[in-house]
């Protein structure tokens, strides 16, 4: 991702299939962070690059699967100052004063300091998992893991109960039934901790992607 992003700042470059509006006199200085997952059975494996986070909630307890990318973590520290660069602190830590993560897709004017290799990690799952969520640092800077995990967990728990065995109607559409609920659910948390985000007046950009974990193991 980060190649296509450079590919597409390359002054001339007629071969890049990049429809963005990228390609201006300031597009170095276009970046974003990235947090993906990717959520099995068995497994949810987490890549993280910058300070989104994931963040997932096991038996009524939060646990993050990511590790922010900021300026003054130590090992961050150390590998921005033997790349020759340095972390200024201007209204936080941040690389030449500038950037407020140490790594990042894009930001092509901050390299080497600011790099785009992501961490990964591999969570084993258990019966007892409940919820993921995904954020951009706009939430997290303001709503603690704990408080994301319990507005996720009382938006679960408010959900429309599944059918009792033997009611009317088929098990297909019983299924399909949880699944909306389960769906509805994970949109309404999603949009409270968003508003949540902006009535503690978040200064950043705000998204958040919420996973019904109870749903998915099986």
């Not at 993280?48 to 961050?76: M, Q, T, W, Y």
Request: net charge negative; with cysteine.
């Amino acid at each position: 991702m980060d190649k296509e992003v450079e590919s597409c700042c390359v002054e001339g470059d007629n071969s890049s299939n990049c429809r963005c509006e990228l390609k201006t006199p300031q597009c170095d200085a276009a970046g974003s962070t990235a947090v993906v997952a990717v959520v099995t059975p068995e497994k949810i494996i987490v890549s993280n690059c910058g300070d989104s986070r994931a963040v997932f909630c096991r038996n009524g307890v939060a646990i993050p699967l990511s590790s922010d990318h900021k300026p003054d973590r130590p090992d961050e520290l150390l590998r921005i100052q033997k790349a020759g660069g340095r972390v200024i602190y201007w209204d936080g830590a941040r690389v030449l004063g500038v950037l407020a993560m140490s790594r990042a897709i894009g930001d092509n004017y901050l390299k080497p300091f600011v790099i785009p290799e992501p961490d990964v990690t591999v969570t084993e799952r258990t019966g007892e998992d409940e919820c993921l969520i995904l954020a951009s640092d706009g939430l997290w800077d303001v709503v603690s893991n704990d408080t994301a995990c319990g507005v996720v967990r009382m938006c679960l728990r408010a959900r429309t109960p599944p059918s009792p065995p033997g009611s009317p109607g088929s098990d297909a559409a019983a299924a399909r039934a949880a699944t909306e609920s389960s769906d509805k659910a994970c949109s309404d948390a999603s949009i409270l901790l968003t508003k949540l985000a902006l009535a503690r007046n978040s200064s950043d950009n705000v998204s958040v992607v919420v996973v019904d974990l109870s749903r998915n193991h099986h």
